[in-house]
């Protein structure tokens, strides 16, 4: 037997009437016609015998058979036996009450999200509520290699009111987010705006004194020391013209390098900046691709920021999305298995 269907599945025996000694050139076996072959009592109904969960009807097969065993071919008498199970009794203990915790679940999303604990008890109830029919109708429906056909049922059941929960946890993520980690955020990415800022006020004054030193890239081959009171080495474009003042001349190891002045394209390649012993590089001003990482956190933060600020619009989609997936599922579900079901039985 194949209980794949279950509870939509239509079980057939056959019953063979046939004598073991004789074969069938010395007896053979027929129902009588023009005769009712089988009679059954008054209490049977038209479609057939009916139990408080089956339905059972009988069928004589007036085709000759054959059977072989022993010494030879027997005939024999064939009675078709076809067993269906009664599905008003499974709709009212396993379907309905099913539906009807998927339709409790959707009474979440008109909730305040704020309201936690009404919330969570609500959804949590019923989804341990689900787990504890799914397992108890396993336990009592027959074996089968596959998943039945009521087990189908209750673990859809189940996923959808795990999924509300799961909008649930979703929108509670998005409303701390919005609450406290953006907050926090928005206070690191101010500070690091305001050190952007200071270390661009202060190149702008070491671009000002004195003592600023211009070495070109492809000329560092005699360069002085550096001195704890000269310790500023930048590689730019020239400053504008400061007016000819007398340098005191010192020895050969202390003079600066006479070059020509680097062109624009050369200086403009790299700023080193090294005050108070601190090394800050400052590369030339461009604008880098944004690598896919950064896009899917750009992307992330946008989705959260959004649940987190429209938790409100969120539930309201969830209510109107939830009753249309459960209800297309419903459709398809039927029809799918009451059409494989007839087939079945037709065969």
């Not at 799961?166 to 609450?179: H, T």
């Not at 270390?199 to 560092?220: D, M, S, V």
Request: with cysteine.
């Amino acid at each position: 037997m194949d209980f794949v269907l279950y509870p939509l599945d239509v079980q057939k025996c056959a019953v063979d009437f046939s004598s073991y000694k004789y074969t069938e050139e010395s007896m053979v076996f027929q129902w009588l016609h023009g005769k009712s072959s089988l009679s059954f009592p008054s209490d049977f109904g038209k479609d057939g015998y009916r139990l408080p969960k089956y339905v059972v009807t009988f069928e004589a097969q007036n085709d000759s058979q054959c059977v072989f065993y022993g010494e030879g071919n027997h005939s024999t008498a064939r009675m078709l036996i076809t067993m269906s199970r009664e599905i008003r009794s499974h709709l009212l203990e396993s379907y309905l009450p099913s539906t009807l915790f998927v339709i409790m679940s959707w009474g979440s999303f008109v909730v305040m999200p704020e309201v936690v604990p009404g919330r969570m008890v609500l959804l949590v109830t019923t989804l341990l509520s689900l787990v504890t029919m799914f397992d108890t109708i396993r336990n009592n429906s027959p074996s089968a290699l596959e998943l039945k056909c009521i087990e189908v049922w209750l673990i859809s059941c189940t996923l959808f009111v795990f999924f509300a929960l799961l909008e649930y946890f979703i929108v509670l993520f998005g409303i701390r987010y919005d609450k406290h980690w953006r907050h926090k955020k928005a206070e690191l990415d101010l500070q690091r705006d305001i050190n952007a800022q200071l270390a661009r006020e202060r190149l702008n004054r070491l671009f000002g004194q004195n003592n600023t030193r211009i070495i070109p890239q492809h000329h560092q081959t005699e360069e002085k020391e550096p001195t704890p009171t000269e310790t500023t080495e930048i590689i730019s474009p020239p400053p504008p013209p400061l007016p000819s003042t007398p340098q005191p001349q010192e020895n050969h190891t202390n003079s600066i390098s006479k070059a020509p002045t680097p062109t624009v394209p050369e200086a403009h390649h790299m700023l080193r900046v090294e005050a108070d012993s601190n090394a800050d590089v400052i590369r030339s001003p461009r604008l880098e691709p944004m690598s896919g990482k950064q896009k899917f956190q750009m992307l992330t933060q946008h989705v959260i920021l959004y649940v987190g600020s429209q938790r409100g619009t969120i539930d309201q989609i969830s209510l109107a999305l939830f009753p249309f997936c459960f209800t297309m599922f419903a459709v398809i579900y039927w029809i799918s298995y009451l059409s494989e079901s007839r087939r079945r039985a037709s065969e």
